[in-house]
C-alpha cells in the first residue's frame, strides 16, 4: 500500500522531497529535483547556507545561479535549519560530509545525525536515500536500526536505499543531471522507489543493484581505483626524473594505445573530497573481516609523500642557483585541488604551504578563485601575478593548473618555475623544471 502510493507520488511529481546537507552534492541535487517539478525542502545546519540558498544567491559552481533563483522565487525550493520539516518530506537524500578522523578512520557523525533527525520525523511512506560516500554496511547497520526503533518495516511501511554521488566539482561535460546513477535498495520495492525517483529528475542512466552494500563497495572502487592509478603515476615520475626522463611524454605514448591503458596524470598530491579520502573508509572496514588492504594502504603512502617530495625538487632546484629552501620567497600558483574551481578540500597546496612555512620560507600565492585563505593562525590574500610580482620572488610553484594561468609569461618573468601539473607543456627553459 505504502509502496503504491509512493510510487504514484513520484510518478505524478506530488512527492515532497527533502535534502539533509546543502552542500557541493546536495545543492545540485537539490537544484536538478526542484527543476524537474518536485517541490524540494533542503536543509543544513549552516545559517548562512539556508539564507543564501532563499535568497536565492548561489555558492556552488556547478549551479546555475538564474536556475537557482527562479526555483525558489516559484516556491519549489525552500531551505531551513529545522528539521522538524522531514516530516512533510516523502523521500529524504542525505548528502552530509564523511571526512576521515586524525587516526584516518572513518567519521560517521554527520551521517549518524542525520540519521537520527530523520528516524526522529519519519513516517510510514516514507523513502530515506543516502548518497553521502562510506563503508559497505553503513545504510543497514547505521541507518535501517533506527528507523526499525519506531515499529517500522524496512520495505514495507518505510524504504531505505543507497545511492552514491559523483559529483566532480568544475567539469565541464558530467554533471549531476547527466551522469549515470547507481541505486541499491534494502528490498526491491527499496530501490524501485530511489530508481524512480532518479529517471524523474536526471537525464541518465540508473543501474539498480542488488543491496546498499553493492552500491557503498561500488563507490569506493570508483575512487579506489583513482586513488590507486594517481600513486603508480606519481611513483613514475620519481623514477622518471632519476632517470633523467619526462614522465609527461612517457603519458602522452601511452595514452595513444586505444585500449588497455587510460591516462593518470602525476601531481603534489591528492586533494577533493573523494580520493584522498574513500579508500581509507574499506581499508578500515576490511579490518573486520581479518583482511589487510595492502595495495591501497601502499598507494596512500605514495600519494601521501609527493607533497615532500615536491619541496625537496623544489630546495635541489633552488640550490643549483645557489640559494638555500630557508628564507627564499616562493610564489605559488593555486590553491584549488584542481582547475578553474573554489574548492580547497584536502588540497595539496594546504600541504604545501604547511613545508614552506615550516622551512622557513616567505610564502605568497595566487588563485583567482579563492581570494583568501586561513592556514595555522595566519590569512593570506591572493597576489596578482604581474612581471614585477614574479620577478621579485625566488621560485614560482604552479600547483594548479588554473586555465587563466599564461604559461610562456609566468616562464619568461619569473626567476625559477617548479611546474607539479604540466601547465608549461611545449615550453623549453632553462629556469624551468617539472615533476
Known amino acids: ?5 509512493l510510487l504514484e507520488k513520484i510518478q505524478n511529481r506530488t512527492a515532497v522531497l527533502g535534502v539533509l546537507g546543502l552542500g557541493y552534492v546536495g545543492l545540485p541535487l537539490a537544484v536538478e529535483k526542484a527543476n524537474a517539478g518536485f517541490t524540494v525542502k533542503g536543509f543544513d545546519v549552516q545559517q548562512a547556507k539556508v539564507d543564501m540558498v532563499n535568497d536565492g544567491h548561489n555558492y556552488i559552481g556547478d549551479v546555475v545561479d538564474g536556475v537557482l533563483a527562479e526555483l525558489v522565487s516559484k516556491g519549489k525550493l525552500v531551505a531551513s535549519t529545522d528539521f522538524s520539516g522531514i516530516a512533510d518530506c516523502d523521500a529524504v537524500a542525505i548528502c552530509v560530509p564523511t571526512p576521515l578522523d586524525e587516526h584516518f578512520q572513518p567519521d560517521i557523525s554527520y551521517v549518524s545525525e542525520s540519521a537520527k533527525q530523520i528516524a526522529k520525523y519519519a513516517h510510514k511512506g516514507m523513502l530515506v536515500v543516502l548518497e553521502s560516500t562510506t563503508y559497505p554496511g553503513t545504510t543497514q547497520e547505521i541507518i535501517q536500526p533506527l528507523l526499525e526503533e519506531k515499529g517500522m518495516v524496512v520495505g514495507e511501511d518505510v524504504f531505505l536505499a543507497f545511492s552514491p554521488e559523483r559529483v566532480d566539482p568544475g567539469n565541464a561535460v558530467y554533471k549531476t543531471k547527466n551522469t549515470p546513477k547507481v541505486v541499491g535498495g534494502v ?11 532518479y529517471k524523474s529528475v536526471l537525464e541518465s542512466d540508473v543501474m539498480v543493484v542488488s543491496s546498499p552494500a553493492v552500491a557503498e563497495m561500488e563507490k569506493i572502487l570508483e575512487n579506489t581505483f583513482r586513488n590507486i592509478n594517481i600513486a603508480l603515476v606519481n611513483e613514475m615520475a620519481v623514477l622518471c626524473d632519476r632517470m633523467g626522463i619526462s614522465v609527461w ?7 595513444t594505445k586505444p585500449y588497455g591503458y587510460m591516462a593518470f596524470y602525476p601531481g603534489p598530491g591528492l586533494g577533493g573530497h573523494c580520493i584522498p579520502i574513500d579508500p581509507f573508509y574499506l581499508t578500515w572496514k576490511a579490518r573486520e573481516y581479518n583482511y589487510h588492504t595492502r595495495l591501497i594502504e601502499s598507494a596512500g603512502e605514495i600519494n601521501n609523500a609527493m607533497p615532500e617530495y615536491c619541496v625537496t625538487r623544489i630546495s635541489t632546484q633552488l640550490n643549483k ?3 638555500p629552501l630557508n628564507g627564499s620567497k616562493v610564489f605559488m600558483l593555486g590553491l584549488a585541488y584542481k582547475p578553474d574551481i573554489d574548492d580547497m578540500r584536502e588540497s595539496p597546496s594546504l600541504l604545501l ?10 610564502l605568497i600565492y595566487n588563485d583567482p578563485f579563492i581570494p583568501e585563505f586561513k592556514r595555522g593562525g595566519v590569512t593570506l590574500k591572493s597576489t596578482e601575478i604581474t612581471a614585477e610580482t614574479l ?3 625566488d621560485i614560482v610553484v604552479i600547483a594548479t593548473n588554473h586555465s587563466c594561468y599564461d604559461a610562456n609569461f609566468i616562464v619568461e618573468k619569473s626567476p625559477l618555475v617548479f611546474d607539479t601539473r604540466n601547465l608549461t607543456k611545449g615550453i ?7 615533476l
Open 1 to 5: 500500500m505504502y509502496y503504491e502510493k
Open 353 to 362: 604551504t604547511d613545508l614552506f612555512r615550516e622551512a622557513g620560507c616567505e
Open 187 to 197: 528490498t526491491p520495492k527499496c530501490g524501485e522507489l530511489a530508481s524512480s525517483i
Open 249 to 255: 611524454e612517457v603519458i602522452d605514448a601511452a595514452k
Open 428 to 434: 623549453d627553459a632553462d629556469n624551468l623544471e617539472r
Open 321 to 323: 642557483v645557489k640559494k
Open 391 to 393: 620577478a621579485d620572488c
